[in-house]
């Protein structure tokens, strides 16, 4: 049988509401790309990426340790995934006390 498809889409706002620090870690990666374009206010950005990019910051050098003598892009890659990771525990914590 056929479902209605605004059964199955979520709303931007349900999805934040499910994932507040995934969107956190979204705004801080924007945050750090416009400050290494020079788009933008630093005096804003700086501290947005100080507080939002607190997983990246955290996880910082364990790319080099994960992967000693990669690439640089590969480096840059990794530390992308590797940074998500306290974000998505931090939803996981997150959705678990909401929903207790």
């Known amino acids: 049988m056929l479902r209605s ?7 931007l706002i349900e999805m934040i509401r ?3 620090f995934l969107c956190a870690a979204f705004l801080s990666g924007l945050a750090l790309f416009a400050l290494l374009s020079n788009v933008g ?3 804003i950005l700086n501290p947005v990426w100080d507080i939002l990019g607190f ?10 340790r994960v992967l000693p003598g990669a690439p640089k ?8 995934v590797i940074g ?6 931090a939803d ?9």
């Open 73 to 80: 892009w590969m480096l840059l890659a990794a530390a992308g």
């Open 41 to 43: 206010s630093p005096s």
């Open 84 to 89: 998500l990771i306290p974000y998505l525990i």
């Open 5 to 11: 498809r605004r059964n199955n889409s979520r709303s």
């Open 55 to 64: 997983g990246f910051q955290l996880t910082a050098g364990w790319p080099e």
């Open 18 to 20: 499910d994932n507040p």
């Open 92 to 100: 996981v914590v997150w959705r678990h006390i909401r929903n207790r």
